[in-house]
């Protein structure tokens, strides 16, 4: 667990803003924190107000095909594509003057280059201590659910007992007079 992840992967966390390294202060609250985001199945990072990313759970870095510790320093604007720019910039306003509410951005990615392009919605909620200026990001990523292909069978008549009947000329299948007990 000193590398950063509750389960002992590579990559670490880096330590919250604003403790100034201080891992003793936090505890074993650190831990817990780590372990519970591991196992959160929506995907979550925590990064510095500028985008840059502290720490990822698994679910985060499974978009990217990756683990978690790459992640660590890349910029969430490098990896999401904001629909509106507009929105971008009300939430950098929104963190300047100090307001702490959640704000959504619609976001596009693409996991790799021969990869479809995915949609959705990153929650970005300014979290820690309120004096700390600027606060630290939690983002987490809902995902768009892609539109569903029809199933190959779709468009025949349902299966009923009874109706189906072997093809023509096959011998007709007779039961067993023996039991089987």
């Given at each position: 667990m000193?590398n950063?992840?509750?389960?002992?992967?590579?990559?670490g966390?880096?330590e919250?803003?604003?403790?100034d390294?201080?891992?003793g202060?936090?505890?074993?609250?650190?831990?817990?924190f780590l372990?519970?985001?591991?196992?959160?199945?929506l995907?979550v990072?925590?990064?510095?107000?500028?985008?840059e990313?502290?720490i990822?759970?698994?679910?985060?870095?499974?978009?990217?095909?990756?683990?978690?510790?790459?992640?660590?320093?890349?910029?969430l604007?490098?990896?999401?594509?904001?629909?509106?720019?507009?929105?971008?910039?009300?939430?950098t306003?929104a963190?300047?003057?100090?307001?702490?509410?959640?704000?959504p951005?619609?976001?596009?990615w693409?996991?790799?280059?021969?990869?479809a392009?995915r949609?959705?919605?990153?929650?970005?909620?300014?979290?820690?201590?309120?004096?700390?200026r600027?606060?630290?990001?939690?983002?987490?990523l809902?995902?768009?659910?892609?539109?569903?292909?029809?199933?190959?069978?779709?468009?025949?008549?349902p299966?009923?007992?009874?109706?189906?009947?072997w093809?023509p000329?096959?011998?007709?299948?007779?039961?067993?007079?023996?039991?089987?007990?």
């Amino acid at each position: 667990m000193d590398n950063g992840t509750a389960d002992g992967a590579a990559g670490g966390a880096a330590e919250p803003p604003g403790t100034d390294g201080a891992a003793g202060t936090a505890g074993p609250w650190r831990n817990h924190f780590l372990i519970l985001l591991d196992r959160i199945p929506l995907p979550v990072a925590v990064c510095h107000a500028y985008g840059e990313v502290l720490i990822a759970n698994p679910a985060m870095a499974a978009q990217w095909g990756t683990v978690p510790g790459r992640l660590r320093g890349r910029n969430l604007l490098d990896l999401f594509r904001p629909r509106d720019g507009a929105q971008v910039e009300r939430l950098t306003e929104a963190l300047r003057l100090g307001h702490r509410s959640r704000y959504p951005l619609e976001v596009r990615w693409r996991a790799g280059p021969d990869e479809a392009e995915r949609e959705g919605e990153l929650t970005v909620d300014p979290v820690g201590d309120p004096s700390l200026r600027p606060p630290a990001l939690a983002a987490l990523l809902r995902i768009a659910t892609p539109a569903r292909r029809p199933h190959p069978g779709a468009g025949r008549a349902p299966w009923r007992p009874g109706s189906w009947r072997w093809p023509p000329g096959a011998p007709p299948r007779r039961r067993s007079a023996r039991r089987w007990g």
